[in-house]
């Protein structure tokens, strides 16, 4: 099956610094990748869509000066929270579409910005 | 009215009990339809992927589209207390299109 690598799982990081994190598919080529936020007890919030070779596509409400999405290759997408506060902890899930298997989730970062 | 509706519960049974989750949504022009188990603190885990409408088989779990309806279902049979998880539906009118979710119902099975 497809399979998505995300890193770092967890990530404890002081106010004002920025966090990298990363979304590999691991077996298949993905020219699509997507972001999403969920809060506790919530669903998963879509926050942009990564194409690789172009600008991510941001959901309404989503600051894309903050949430830098990087999609360099058909296998790697990066979300990058730049000046990170408090109110920006929570968990992120990247995902990638394959034909067969469908959307396959990487295992999600908790960021905790103290 | 949200595209996508589901019964967020908690939904408790006993170990042993067949369960049936289900979603309804508005928009005919979903043609992907997945269901998604999602532990504490994990990403979403994809159990049953659908084309269309009809039937899918996986082990214990069977997953149901009615797309006449705007219904989906997943069925777990001889459900264990390891299924205990939220358990998400997605649908999407295209294999590179957003999804769109459900608001996850909470499964708890009662040993």
């Known amino acids: 099956g497809a399979v998505v690598s995300q890193h770092p799982s967890r990530v404890i990081c002081k106010s004002g610094t920025s966090v990298k994190i990363e979304c590999r598919s691991l077996?298949?080529?993905?020219?699509?990748m997507f972001w999403y936020r969920q809060f506790p007890k919530k669903s998963l919030m879509l926050m942009a869509t990564?194409?690789?070779?172009?600008?991510?596509?941001?959901e309404q409400g989503v600051e894309k000066d903050k949430f830098l999405i990087n999609h360099a290759s058909l296998t790697l997408s990066t979300l990058t929270v730049t000046s990170a506060h408090p109110e920006d902890s929570s968990f992120y899930i990247c995902s990638a579409s394959e034909q067969f298997y469908g959307y396959t989730f990487g295992s999600g970062t908790r960021l905790t910005v103290v | 009215q949200k595209e996508v509706e589901q019964d967020p519960g908690p939904l408790s049974v006993p170990e042993g009990a067949i369960v049936s989750l289900n979603c309804t949504y508005s928009n005919s022009a979903f043609q992907y339809f997945m269901w998604y188990r999602q532990y504490s603190r994990k990403g979403p885990e994809l159990l049953m992927y659908t084309y269309s409408s009809g039937n899918k088989e996986d082990g214990r779990f069977t997953a149901q589209v009615d797309k006449s309806s705007k219904y989906i279902s997943l069925f777990i049979r001889d459900s264990q207390p390891s299924d205990s998880a939220t358990y998400l539906c997605?649908?999407?009118?295209?294999?590179?299109?957003?999804?769109?979710w459900g608001a996850g119902t909470k499964l708890i099975i009662k040993p």
């Open positions: 077996d298949f080529q993905a020219t699509t």
């Open positions: 990564s194409n690789e070779g172009s600008k991510a596509t941001y």
């Open positions: 997605a649908m999407s009118a295209g294999s590179n299109y957003q999804l769109i």
